[in-house]
């Protein structure tokens, strides 16, 4: 069975979909089959990993409509062992198309349930919004990993995400717990930065990771390259950051 884990914040900016791409990456290749799943009606982890959305057919979309199976959305990337479900502009739709649905949360589990026993790893990369897309991707996961940028107002919404949390794991799904809150854009030479994360593992203890995601040119640049930063700069520090929250996570 997959470990399932949705990368989850309201705000944006704060490193989710950059989190998405490159976890997945490491996790793949450290030999785990993993599938990244774009539950972003943008789409940005579909063209950070190098497709062209207009030359894709079938997406999420039609796959959470019940419109086409899930072993026939699955992409191959250029990682052997990683595998994408794309995303498109289309997937806007689904809230208001599904809004009448009794069991419109349960759509994108429904969908996984088909692959559970392809991959090890399933990593979705949520919207910039509790929605239902958002709460799909929570009803649908056993964990959920929030990254958490080093900046001012950080921690300024989280207990909205960690209430929704509340009410997915009482209504919806018992078993979602949190993997752990990752610190992003992290610069050691800032008291801000500092302070962020000397705040975030007061207020949270062990939930916060002990890996942080450096701020790095080279991270930065690697999306409009359509790669993961492991193969676009695998010596650079954000590439050696991803490495090890993938251990993190396989130990764990």
Do not use: W
Not at 85 to 91: A, T
Not at 101 to 113: D, F, Q, S, T, Y
Not at 152 to 165: D, N, R
């Amino acid at each position: 069975m997959s470990n399932i884990i949705c990368i989850a914040n309201q705000k944006g900016g704060v490193g989710k979909t950059t989190t998405a791409i490159n976890l997945s990456a490491a996790l793949a290749v450290s030999e785990k089959r993993t599938l990244l799943v774009d539950c972003d009606p943008q789409g940005n982890a579909t063209t950070g990993l190098g497709f062209d959305k207009n030359k894709i057919y079938n997406t999420l979309y039609h796959g959470m409509i019940g419109k086409v199976a899930a072993k026939n959305i699955v992409l191959d990337s250029d990682i052997d062992t990683l595998k994408i479900i794309p995303s498109r502009v289309e997937l806007i739709g689904f809230e208001v198309e599904m809004m009448s649905e009794p069991k419109r949360e349960m759509a994108l589990k429904n969908l996984l349930v088909q692959l559970a026993d392809s991959f090890e790893y399933i990593i979705i990369d949520c919207p910039p919004s509790l929605s239902l897309l958002t709460v799909n991707a929570l009803t649908a996961s056993d964990f959920m990993l929030i990254p958490l940028q080093c900046e001012f107002y950080a921690l300024e919404g989280l207990g909205q995400l960690l209430k929704t949390m509340k009410r997915i794991k009482h209504n919806l799904n018992p078993k979602l717990k949190i993997a752990g809150i990752l610190l992003t854009m992290f610069d050691k030479r800032t008291n801000l930065s500092i302070q962020v994360a000397e705040d975030a593992e007061r207020y949270f203890k062990k939930l916060v990771f002990k890996t942080m995601v450096p701020r790095n040119v080279r991270l930065a640049e690697a999306p409009s390259f359509g790669k993961p930063i492991l193969l676009y700069d695998a010596a650079s520090a954000g590439a050696q950051s991803y490495f090890d929250l993938a251990k993190e996570i396989m130990s764990n």
